[in-house]
Antibody, heavy 122, light 109 residues
């Protein structure tokens, strides 16, 4: 059974960098069949795609966040990560990691982590 | 940039009722449309992909349809656990971009 688990600090100061890691169990992150993504949800609001990455390193990001987002993969730890720089209160959200559904041509997200709340505050 | 609009914002129904949720794209799109259910405190759950294909383990009371700019999620007979927020989501072809609609809340009348 595939499982994803986000980890990282729950509180980040304004202007600093938010760093999160997603640990994958039940599948190898290095499989050529999988793409991995990040989605966030501000409290009480809707979902926003942040970006996605293939184990080989190709990544794609939301244009509205592109200049601040860095995505990476660590096959040795079966993890993938995201950094979001220069955060403001508007970046306060629950951050989810997810798998792009291979059975759907990677057009949707079939497995999700439980999410981690990150608050940006001094 | 494609924008997704969902209607209604809130749908107040009773268990056993039929629910019809709409998702409209700002321009004609390929059928890479998905639907998700999100219960409070839970991550989204994939219900429908490719506009009309049920994801693994999804009950038959959930169905999706549509093409072009108009898509529909239908729940044929609401169960108590179906009262939740539903999101549609689209992938643009290239470069890949993923857009979510604002959501429809199905609550108990």
């Amino acid at each position: 059974q595939l499982q994803l688990q986000e980890s990282g600090p729950g509180l980040v100061k304004p202007s600093e960098t938010l760093s999160l890691t997603c640990t994958v169990s039940g599948a190898s992150i290095s499989s050529s069949s999988f793409y991995w993504g990040w989605i966030r949800q501000p409290p009480g609001k809707g979902l926003e795609w942040i970006g996605g990455i293939y184990y080989g390193g190709n990544s794609y990001c939301n244009p509205s966040l592109k200049s601040r987002v860095t995505l990476s993969v660590d096959p040795s730890k079966n993890q993938f990560s995201m950094n979001l720089s220069s955060v403001t209160a508007a970046d306060t959200a629950v951050y989810y990691c997810a798998r792009h559904a291979p059975g759907d041509g990677y057009n949707s997200f079939d497995y999700w982590g439980q999410g981690t709340l990150v608050t940006v505050s001094s | 940039e494609i924008v997704l609009t969902q209607s209604p914002v809130t749908l107040s129904l009773s268990p056993g009722d039929r629910a019809t949720l709409s998702c409209r794209a700002s321009q004609s799109v390929s059928p890479y449309l998905a639907w998700y259910q999100q219960r409070p405190g839970q991550p989204p759950r994939l219900l429908i992909y490719g506009a009309s294909n049920r994801a693994t383990g999804i009950p038959a009371r959930f169905s999706g349809s549509g093409s072009g700019t108009d898509f529909t999620l239908t729940i044929s007979s609401l169960e108590p656990e179906d009262f939740a927020v539903y999101y549609c989501q689209l992938r643009s072809s290239w470069p890949p971009r993923f857009t979510f609609g604002p959501g429809t809340k199905v609550d108990i009348k």
